[in-house]
């Protein structure tokens, strides 16, 4: 069975950074190309970073370009993402997705 378990969420001040890992299980991601989504209070859910399973390029919505760092460590099966100048807009649920499977969500909250 494939789990996805983040972590690493909390609630930071505008300007502060979160560390969020998503540690997989059930399935190497070693082959897979790993995302982050986010899904804010009543919006749709919608895409963040995506890092490549072949030469760990990595793709970015442009709201965060230059402040979220994706990464990913194959020999622990997990999956990172690095935010920086964190604002209030960037608070949601943010969710690990490897295909078809998704982690259960990590809050990370942004006061002003």
């Known amino acids: 069975q494939v789990q996805l378990v983040e972590s690493g969420g909390g609630l930071v001040q505008a300007g502060g950074s979160l560390s969020l890992s998503c540690a997989a299980s059930g399935r190497t991601i070693r082959n897979s190309d790993m995302a982050w989504y986010r899904q804010a209070p009543g919006k749709e859910r919608v895409f963040v970073a995506t890092?490549?399973?072949?030469?760990?390029?990595?793709y970015y919505a442009g709201s965060v370009k230059g402040r979220f760092t994706i990464s990913r460590d194959n020999a622990k099966n997990t999956v990172y993402l690095q935010m920086n100048s964190l604002k209030p807009e960037d608070t949601a649920i943010y969710y690990c997705?490897?295909?078809?499977?998704w982690g259960q969500g990590t809050q990370v909250t942004v006061s002003s």
């Open positions: 997705n490897m295909g078809r499977y």
């Open positions: 890092i490549s399973w072949t030469d760990q390029s990595t």
